[in-house]
């Protein structure tokens, strides 16, 4: 998950989506994120690998600008 300024991409992608008019990611992207990895892949080391890989796109609802 990116960090901007010591805050997750949760505040920033909310931001972006409220700029653009967009409804922002909410509980339902956050409770996404936890649960797929778990039910993706066994182990913590590949459920943590999962997670970075999918985090960017599971709470981004609006497109980033640049």
């Known amino acids: 998950m990116e960090r901007v ?3 997750c991409g949760i505040w920033t992608d909310r931001q ?10 909410g509980q339902a992207e956050y409770l996404d994120i936890l649960r797929a ?5 066994e182990g ?5 690998e999962l997670l970075g890989e ?6 981004r609802k609006a497109p ?3």
């Open 16 to 25: 972006d989506a409220r700029r653009l008019g967009q409804t922002p990611p």
């Open 44 to 48: 913590e080391v590949e459920q943590l």
């Open 54 to 59: 999918i985090a960017e796109f599971a709470l």
């Open 37 to 41: 990895p778990r039910r993706m892949a």
């Open 5 to 7: 300024g010591g805050r």
């Open 64 to 66: 980033r600008d640049g």
